[in-house]
């Protein structure tokens, strides 16, 4: 007999297009927080800004300091018909890997004329059918993408990116530009609350992990063992890495923020949970059986059906408790996906 939670179809779940969240809260910390319990396999109702109250002094929150670029660029080709090229990867020298659209047009060659001085040349076809394209403007490669780019909201949000989704679509510890999707557990954070968390001891570690656009790819086959992560580059530095192994030494948890934060300290720690500090890329799927070494909380928002997200969050918490946290909260009108609503894991 297959065990639950390890085939794709175990995370179907119907989900309310009126559940999925199209806009920000005029609050950040103001969305709501479900609190999974593993010891006791018990939920709970709170709102986000009550997380400060159930820190210890001991512990450590690890954030993912990425920030989201502007990477959605829309253009036209030479018919005047539109065209869209989503940077992925940037690969020196003015060149980077990109989705396109509309994919069968978009052959080696071709040219998508973005805005004034500013145009994109396909050079060619990658083996996973996304593109290599040369960027050339009059302006520094970095200032046209920031003027002329899109923030790339995702696909179930429906409707154009807006002038305040340039700040709501980042976390308020964001840094380094380099994703295509905001690490989403991470927006409810505000710098009062972050500031009442270190009130009480609690220390906060910076890792960095660029989000590609693999995060939006669905598992579409039966085992999820046959699908193909597509690499992201994550870097951990000496000072973080001293910060959370001497908390965890000290009796303290590590509580990551969101997936990327934990795909990050999976891949960095030893067999005993050690974190290594390095530069590196990393494919790791987390899924059900899955033995976590460095996470002890887990930060998150409500993730798509029979995505890679779900998997990990049934690692985590187990299957069972995880899908009944799901029918819950829509159950019980929670927000779901990137603007959505919360859920700790403890």
């Known amino acids: 007999m297959i065990p639950d939670g390890t085939r794709t179809a175990d995370y179907d779940f119907e989900l309310p297009a009126e559940r999925i969240a199209q806009h920000p809260l005029a609050r950040r910390d103001a969305s ?34 990425t920030r989201v670029l502007r990477a959605r660029l829309l253009g036209a080709r030479a018919s005047g018909a539109p065209a869209e090229i989503l ?24 040219r998508v004329d973005i805005a004034p001085g500013f145009a994109a040349e396909i050079l060619e076809v990658t083996e996973r059918r996304t593109r290599i394209v040369q960027l050339e403007s009059e302006l520094a490669l970095d200032e046209a993408i920031d003027r002329f780019g899109h923030i790339p909201l995702p696909p179930y949000i429906d409707r154009a990116d807006r002038p305040e989704d340039a700040e709501r679509y980042q976390t308020v510890f964001a840094r380094e530009a380099g994703s295509v999707a905001a690490p989403t557990a991470g927006l409810h954070f505000t710098p009062d609350l972050l500031d009442r968390i270190a009130a009480r001891g609690v220390a906060r570690a910076e890792v960095l992990l660029h989000v590609g656009a693999g995060t939006f790819k669905p598992v579409e086959v039966d085992d999820p063992a046959r699908h193909v992560m597509h690499e992201e580059w994550y870097s951990i530095g000496d000072e973080t890495a001293r910060t959370i192994n001497q908390r965890r030494a000290d009796g303290g948890r590590v509580w990551a923020v969101g997936t990327t934060s934990v795909r990050t300290l999976e891949s960095a720690a030893d067999g005993a949970g050690i974190i290594r500090a390095g530069d590196s890329e990393t494919r790791i799927f987390i899924r059900p059986p899955y033995r976590f070494r460095a996470v002890d909380h887990l930060v998150t ?3 798509l059906p029979r995505s890679t997200l779900i998997m990990l969050v049934a690692a985590f918490a187990g299957y069972e408790l995880t899908m009944r946290a799901y029918r819950l909260a829509i159950e019980s009108g929670y927000r779901f996906y990137s603007y959505g609503d919360a859920m700790l894991i403890l």
Request: hydrophobic share 40%; no cysteine.
């Open 301 to 303: 928002n409500f993730h």
């Open 87 to 110: 940077l992925l990867k940037p690969l020196g020298g003015g060149r980077y890997e990109a989705m396109v659209s509309p994919g069968g047009k978009l052959k080696p060659g071709r």
């Open 32 to 65: 709501r927080l479900m609190v999974v319990d593993r010891a006791t396999e018990t939920i709970t109702h709170r709102t986000f800004a009550d997380i400060a109250e159930l820190f210890d002094p001991r512990d450590v929150l690890v954030v993912n300091r």
